[in-house]
């Protein structure tokens, strides 16, 4: 299913910001921090989970197979968010290629937001 919405420039900069990406005009580098959504995976009803994944359904369409199963499973879509161990092993591959394969995820998903907020101003 490939849910098309009209995202505002405010809907990607929140998205962006949740999953601190470099591309963010917000963007604050810290060594080992935790990504803002971590925050906001438990709390399904919340108004910020809901735009948060609202955001990446309507941009989701960009990844690849591999890269749509890991952040589905690391944002928790359609279940409870799973842990890199575990997303590992239904890959079969390591808990750190899982955190590559997000991170490289995450970074497209940003990119293709900003370059489609670009083209609207």
């Known amino acids: 299913m490939n849910v098309k919405t009209e995202l505002t ?3 990607v900069i929140f998205f ?3 999953i601190d990406s470099v591309w963010s005009p917000n963007f604050k580098p810290q060594i ?3 990504k803002p959504y ?10 910020d989970y809901k735009r948060f994944l609202g955001v990446y359904k309507a941009i989701r369409h960009v990844l690849t197979e591999r890269e749509l199963t890991v952040l589905d ?3 928790g879509v ?17 808990p750190e290629r899982v955190r590559q394969i997000s991170k490289e995820a995450e970074n497209k998903l940003a990119k293709k937001l900003l370059s489609q907020i670009k083209k609207c101003n």
């Open 9 to 11: 420039r405010n809907d």
């Open 16 to 18: 962006i910001d949740m």
């Open 78 to 94: 359609n279940k409870e968010a799973s842990q890199l161990k575990t997303i590992a092993a239904i890959l079969n591959i390591s």
């Open 38 to 47: 971590y925050k906001i995976l438990n709390q399904k009803n919340s108004d």
């Open 32 to 34: 080992f921090k935790q």
């Open 73 to 75: 499973e690391i944002y």
